[in-house]
């Protein structure tokens, strides 16, 4: 398998999605907006206007960057008072991660989400399984673009060939693909066929260990 191996955080380490989707939805309504949790994790990752913009015109709405900003802020405080105590790694992580660094797999996270927020919510003694470690602060363009992708591999001096990435969601697949990476899909949010454009999807956590660890599926 694959020498470097480039993890998305929520969905993938965490199972923090259905809270960070009640977020979203408490400050969609704020505005009016009525949205499902699976409309919400179709978007997951794509938080910037122009990559979300469609999860407005379905509503009808044509939002504003003024708007958009002012829910993202709305959005990160609500996440923050109510649900960011509640977030925990899947029960498999802390074992999977140790026996990928045990194995001699450089590790690194790359995650839409800002530092602030990764400080809230991943737990300290999981960080140091992660070479590097890129929020979607510290990029240009987020996910679904590259270059979050992109800088991970540059910062490891990483052939491409080399590297596997695991996500959950369109849009960070998207950014994988994009940047040319091999991409495994977890399906923790949505269903397989809304994660069709990964090279191999993984039912669940056990599934995707036995393909890191053994290259095998169940």
Known sequence: MKDFLFFDLDGVLLDSMPYHAKAWILAFQEFGLEFTEEEIYLHEGAIELESAKTLFLN??????????????RLQKRIFKEKFSQKIKPFPEVP?????????????????????EIL??????????????????????????HPDPYLKAKDILRADVEKISVIENAPAGILSAKRAGLFCIAITTTLKPEHLSLADIVAKDHKELKNLLLNGQRQ
């Open 59 to 72: 509503k009808g709405v044509e939002p504003t960057q003024a708007f958009f900003e002012k829910a993202f």
């Open 95 to 115: 074992e999977l991660l140790q026996e990928l660094k045990r194995e001699g797999r450089t590790l690194a996270l790359v995650t839409s989400s800002s530092e």
């Open 119 to 144: 400080r809230e919510v991943f737990p300290e003694n999981l960080k140091n399984y992660f070479e590097v470690i890129l929020t979607g602060d510290k990029v240009e363009k987020r996910k679904p």
